[in-house]
Structure formats: structure tokens, C-alpha cells
């Protein structure tokens, strides 16, 4: 089957038009500054050479056609006609207590999402308008939602419920979620096959670094704790986002530079993690180069963000009992041996013995980095969000699989 990924930004969409008979990408790309001045949108076949265009993309609505019509266009031979889009998959961020897998969309599945909006006041809108905009474009072509958080809905109460009044669980539904679900199940199961174990008789710590991060604790298949919480805030440092704070602090900032509720939101969200604390950017491939500079504040930023995760990794051992696989996933999971190396030194006690050969230079590619004694073996598994969205799709279009 062939179907068409949609991942709608607040200024972006990302897509993917994927065979999932052969599981190969047939095109992908991005509209970017959808609704601003200056958008472009691009395409790329796999080994073909990337073409950017710049137009005008007054809304999602406007992309969305720009990407289903650049994809029939006859000189880039990619589809002759639009009735080749046999599904459209969707990524939605929250899928609230509503959504534990992925579903086929209906009118009434848009409305729960709408419902579900204050939940992720910041990421299900854009997805909601990417849905409705693909609705009114192709009419005829089924669509499936797949959620973020539908992976951590097998999490126990006690890894849920915060300690906060239990009243305010029922009434508002504040209680952990987590999100980059869907790259945690497949770098999971995808860690499995390499190392041609049971997923149902394994335990793992997956690692997913990239602009957000997250860090998850999979047992025999099953996510039963993640360090993203309530809202894509929580956990480790993020490029712009704190992770884990005393809670108080905000209160206190608040109080002392007489901010408001949005500019604290900003404040935690776009101006801390790495850029807060290095001052020069959230980009780890520019922290990388300023560390090795000598730089202060970078070398800092690059401690905290590393010490965080290795805290993490034995929490997590310890919440599994037994753990048999850790797996670095995303931008800089797949192409940072430095930071990948910072947050499991010292940890061979714990059974983690990473190769430094098998780790120097290793980018964006599957791979074993542990010694070959080490109790606990180390992956690198680029992450495919957009193939299991894909899998997903076809399965619940194709009656495979129930939604
Ligand atoms: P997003 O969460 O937006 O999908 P990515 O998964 O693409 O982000 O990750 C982006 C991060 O990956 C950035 O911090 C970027 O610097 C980092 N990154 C990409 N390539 C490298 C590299 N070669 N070395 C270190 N970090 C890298």
C-alpha cells in the first residue's frame, strides 16, 4: 500500500510517501514557514538530489496540496496520479487517556482530539488542522491517526500518577503521558531484531536525543516508565527545554521578576536546556565544536545534559530489575559519540561496557557499540517514526489490524 506520512508543525509539515509492501521510501520532505513570509517546500527522492521551492504557503491547508501536487508532477516521476495516495497516516502528539493505539480517522475521532486540545495547547492544533486540511483535499482517501503517547499507555499508576492531590488527576487528567512514543517502540523492537532477541523476553533503556529528549524504560515490549510527563517538558535537558526543575523555582521567578504565565511557558520551554545554559546555542553540533574550543559554558551545558541522562539510566536499571539493552536514537543519539560516550562512562559496573572503537565516529547507522562481554549490550538505531506510522496506516486500512 502506498501511503502518504503528514507530521503538522505549528509552521511546518514534514511528510513521507512510503511502500509498506516493500517498506521502501518512495519521496519525502518538508514545507517550511507555512503562514510566514518567505516558505519553501521541498522534495527528495532516496538517492536523488533535494528540490527546494519557494511559494507561498498561506496555512496547512495551502502545504498540504503544495506536497500532493509536487508529488504528481510528471518531471519528477513520482506518482502519475493522485489516486496512487492509497492512505494518509497522520503523527498526532496527544492522545490524551482517549487514544491507546492508533486509529482510523472519523469525524468523531477529530472531535475527541478537539476536546482533548488543552491537553497540548502547543502540538495537537497543527495536527488537527493537518487532518482536516487532508479531509477536505483527498475525501476519499481513509486516514489514521497515530499518537505519541498511545506507546506509554501500558505505564502502571504508580509511574503515572503524580504526587500531587489526587483530585486534580480526575479533574484536569494531569498525569504523566510521555511523547516520542512511537520512535521508542520501534528503536525497541528494532534493537530486538538486531540482536536477534525476544522483544517479550527483553528489557531496555531507550534513548531518543534530539531538539526534544527523552528517555524510556521498556519492559518485554512495554513501555513502563518515560521521562517526559504532563507535557513534553519533563525529564532530561532538552536544545530550548529545561527537563526536570524544582517546581518551586518557577514560582520563585515568577514572583521575583513579576513574569506572567506565558513568559514563564517561554521561559522553560524556548529559552532554557542547552541554549539556556551554554548562552550561544541549542544546536548540540555547535556546543560539540565549543567544547572542543575549551568553551565554559558549552563544556557545562554538555556535563549537565549527559549527567542528567546517566542518572536516568540507573534509575531506570532499577525500575526494570534487570536491563538488557541501551539504545541512542535521534539526531544526537545517532551521530554523537561524545555524548553517547559521557553518558554511559563509569556505568560498567551496572554491566554497560562501552567499545570506544566500535563508538568513535559512528553516525546514523545500526550498530552494537558495547565490548562483546558486556552484560548489557549499547545500539545505535536510527529512529523511523514515519515507517510505523506507515505500518500502522495500512494495517488499520487494510482491516489487518483493529482501531
Ligand atoms: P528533532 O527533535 O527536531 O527531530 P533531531 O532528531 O533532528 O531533532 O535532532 C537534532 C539535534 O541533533 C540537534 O541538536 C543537532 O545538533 C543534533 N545533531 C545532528 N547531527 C549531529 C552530529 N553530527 N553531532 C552532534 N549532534 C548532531
Known amino acids: 500500500m502506498?501511503?502518504?506520512?503528514?507530521?503538522?508543525?505549528?509552521?511546518?509539515?514534514?511528510?513521507?510517501?512510503?511502500?509498506?509492501?516493500?517498506?521502501?521510501?518512495?519521496?519525502?520532505?518538508?514545507?517550511?514557514?507555512?503562514?510566514?513570509?518567505?516558505?519553501?517546500?521541498?522534495?527528495?527522492?532516496?538517492?536523488?538530489?533535494?528540490?527546494?521551492?519557494?511559494?507561498?504557503?498561506?496555512d496547512h491547508a495551502m502545504a498540504i496540496s503544495a506536497i500532493i501536487h509536487l508529488l504528481v508532477e510528471p518531471q519528477l516521476g513520482i506518482l502519475k496520479s493522485l489516486n496512487e495516495i492509497q492512505a494518509i497516516g497522520h503523527r498526532v502528539v496527544h492522545?490524551?487517556?482517549?487514544?491507546?493505539?492508533?486509529?482510523?480517522?472519523?469525524?468523531?475521532?477529530?472531535?475527541?482530539?478537539?476536546?482533548?486540545?488543552?491537553?497540548?495547547?502547543?502540538?495537537?492544533?497543527?495536527?488537527?488542522?493537518?487532518?482536516?486540511?487532508?479531509?477536505?483535499?483527498?475525501?476519499?482517501?481513509?486516514?489514521?491517526?497515530?499518537?505519541?503517547?498511545?506507546?506509554?499507555t501500558t505505564m502502571p499508576e504508580h509511574a503515572y500518577i503524580y504526587p500531587i492531590p489526587y483530585a486534580l488527576y480526575k479533574k484536569y487528567a494531569i498525569r504523566r503521558y510521555g511523547f516520542h512514543g512511537t520512535s521508542h517502540f520501534y528503536v525497541a523492537r528494532r534493537a530486538c531484531e538486531i540482536l536477534k532477541v525476544k522483544g517479550s523476553e527483553t528489557n531496555l533503556i531507550t534513548l531518543h536525543l534530539g531538539n526534544g529528549a527523552s528517555a524510556t524504560a521498556v519492559r518485554k515490549g512495554k513501555s513502563v516508565d518515560t521521562t517526559m510527563g504532563f507535557t513534553p517538558l519533563e525529564g532530561l535537558v532538552m536544545g530550548t527545554r529545561c527537563g526536570d526543575i524544582d517546581p518551586a523555582i518557577i514560582i520563585?521567578?515568577?514572583?521575583?521578576?513579576?513574569?506572567?504565565?506565558?513568559?514563564?511557558?517561554?521561559?522553560?520551554?524556548?529559552?532554557?536546556?542547552?541554549?539556556g545554559i551554554s548562552g550561544k546555542s541549542s544546536d548540540m553540533r555547535d556546543l560539540e565544536d565549543l567544547y572542543q574550543q575549551g568553551d565554559k559554558q558549552a563544556r557545562l551545558a554538555i556535563d549537565i545534559y549527559t549527567y542528567r541522562i546517566k542518572k536516568y539510566i540507573g534509575a531506570y536499571a532499577a525500575a526494570l530489575?534487570?536491563?538488557?539493552?541501551?539504545?541512542?536514537?535521534?539526531?544526537?543519539?545517532?551521530?554523537?559519540?561524545?555524548?553517547?560516550?559521557?553518558?554511559?562512562?563509569?556505568?560498567d559496573r551496572l554491566g554497560i561496557k562501552l567499545d570506544k572503537k566500535r563508538n568513535d565516529g559512528l553516525r546514523a547507522k545500526e550498530a552494537v557499540i558495547s565490548t562483546d562481554d558486556s552484560p548489557v549490550k549499547v545500539l545505535v538505531v536510527p529512529t523511523n517514526e514515519e515507517l510505523v506510522i506507515a505500518m500502522d496506516t495500512a494495517e488499520i486500512v487494510s482491516g489487518q489490524k483493529s482501531s
Open 252 to 275: 520563585h521567578i515568577m514572583d521575583q521578576e513579576k513574569i506572567s504565565v506565558r513568559e514563564a511557558n517561554n521561559l522553560l520551554n524556548k529559552f532554557s536546556g542547552l541554549i
Open 2 to 58: 502506498i501511503v502518504l506520512t503528514l507530521n503538522c508543525g505549528s509552521s511546518t509539515v514534514k511528510y513521507k510517501l512510503i511502500d509498506t509492501e516493500t517498506q521502501n521510501n518512495l519521496a519525502m520532505g518538508k514545507a517550511d514557514r507555512v503562514g510566514m513570509m518567505g516558505a519553501v517546500i521541498d522534495v527528495e527522492r532516496p538517492g536523488g538530489e533535494k528540490i527546494v521551492r519557494e511559494t507561498e504557503l498561506l
Open 321 to 347: 530489575g534487570q536491563l538488557d539493552c541501551v539504545v541512542f536514537t535521534a539526531g544526537i543519539g545517532e551521530n554523537s559519540p561524545l555524548i553517547r560516550e559521557k553518558s554511559i562512562e563509569g556505568l
Open 95 to 152: 492522545g490524551g487517556e482517549t487514544f491507546t493505539g492508533s486509529v482510523r480517522i472519523t469525524d468523531a475521532v477529530v472531535q475527541t482530539l478537539k476536546d482533548n486540545i488543552q491537553l497540548a495547547p502547543l502540538h495537537n492544533p497543527p495536527n488537527i488542522v493537518g487532518i482536516e486540511a487532508a479531509m477536505a483535499i483527498l475525501p476519499d482517501v481513509p486516514m489514521v491517526g497515530v499518537f505519541d503517547t498511545a506507546f506509554h
